[in-house]
């Protein structure tokens, strides 16, 4: 038996450093610390045994070996046109290196995860900027902490305890006590429960309650009318008041805001309140990411490509425009003739017009799991399970880069030698 | 009997604990629900559990009603995943986002079985 202490957990944002995992000849038997959902992913469901291929999707796969798996791979985004791939936030940054550079190779557009979650964000980061702090500052300092549009109870089950509410810091030697939590959502959360005020917002209403915030803060209350977003001006003036009176505040925003009608204008406009609260007091913001390192995946190709994600690299040089280059973009206008899906399940998160259309396309899956992509695919490359199996770089929803733990050895290859393979193969095909 | 109602989708711990588990019967619990508040289910005449269907202009699917009296009159809510992604509005706006909350749909009673993960994507091939 084997007791690996201070693990990682590759879930969500939060990657949680303080896991205990007991390991009895390589399966894991027990683990401690992980919330619901760390523990589900790392005690590991049904996995995909072995490569499978079919040519109409809609007969039943048959088995095969890597090496025919990888050379059909290889075969689609070789002949495609317009390959896209998609997926990577739940793989490591020296996996994002190597599909980065496929994607070069073959002409793709590649992109992530984010797109359904908080490439807003980034839209935004680039109007106004991000000021914003690690988890730790947060948890050391921050007296007023608000969650507009975000769950933490649901999708960061630990975020609250280990960092924002309930952990005590250097400065806030309380916990809970000594910091004043705001919720602002459109239904009563769980954690608008837990929260000492609850802001109802109308649904699509964030951009004018926003708005209202900084006409108030501004000291022009007087052309605020009496109620924003079903929200009363009296309890908008409250807010700026409390707002006011931190000594270090905390926003974080989830897809409430990403995922309305303003989209990055939601974003855009809470940076510019934040910045304009740093004129009385210390403020950050700060996105509540999603899978593990849907972060690693913005950095990586920021340092490759300059861009983010949904970089297009058809022109040989990379070129980014969501809206046109994001993932849902190239799916909808039917303009994709292939798709790797990696480490992301396209076929559950997309709207059923972006999945239509992969149905009608050659689709490449490398994952560890069954899921709804799988039931799209031509060829299937099971892998190992990065964090868990696999040790490398991964970066927290406050940009802090982590070190991920291998808890069992793989029995199927990782992500990294099927790209490489794919690759070789492809160079291969070109003459190369 | 029929409910006009806006819906939004997101995450929950039973989805995301069943989210790499895909194919199980769990994921289908946590997932292909729509949570609505007590009085709009009484609009509706039918009691948590039933099926219901969520109709927008952009698709059409039958999933369980479950209460949450969280949620102010009129929202829906479903948790992220193929069923909620069968009527969410796919325009992204200009800006790579689809529209996955604030959608407008009509939720009816109905008597209609639910779909299985790998149905409902059948339905796409």
Known sequence: MTVITDALCPFCGCVCDDLTIVVENNKITDIKNACKLGAAKIMGHHRIEAPMMRADKKSDFKEVSYEEAINEAAQILFKSKRPLMFGWASALCEVHKKGILLAEEVGAIIDNTATVCHAPSTLAVHEKGLPTATLGQIKNRSDVVVFWGSN????????????????????????????????????????????????????????????????????????????????????????????????FGSIFFGMGLTQSISRYKNIDNAISLITELNAFTKYVISPMRGHYNVTGFGQVCSWETGFATAVDFARGAPYYNPGETAANDVLLRKETDAAMIIAGDAGAHFPADSVRHLARIPVVQIDPYWNATTEVSNVVIPVAICGVEVEGTAYRMDGVSLRMRKMIEPTLPTDVEVLERITERVRELRGE | MTLNAILITGRTINQGATIENKTSPDYQEATALCELNSKDIGILGIKPGNQISVKTDHGEVVVKIKENNGNPDGMAFIPMGPWANAVVDPDTKGCGMPGFKGIKAEIKPTDNKILSMKELIARYK
Do not use: C, N
Not at chain 1, 175 to 199: N, Y
Not at chain 1, 210 to 217: E, P
């Open chain 1, 152 to 247: 933490p109870v649901h999708a960061h089950p630990r975020h609250m305890g280990r960092y924002s509410v309930f952990a005590k810091g250097f400065f806030q030697e309380k916990g809970r006590k000594g910091r004043k939590v705001i919720v602002v959502d459109v239904r009563k959360t769980e954690t608008a429960g837990m929260a000492d005020e609850f802001v109802q917002v109308q649904q699509g209403s964030d951009y004018l309650v926003i708005s209202a915030l900084r006409a108030i803060l501004s000291g022009h209350a007087d052309v605020v009318p009496e109620s924003v977003g079903g929200i009363s001006k009296e309890q908008l003036v409250k807010l700026v008041d409390t707002l006011k009176a931190a000594k």
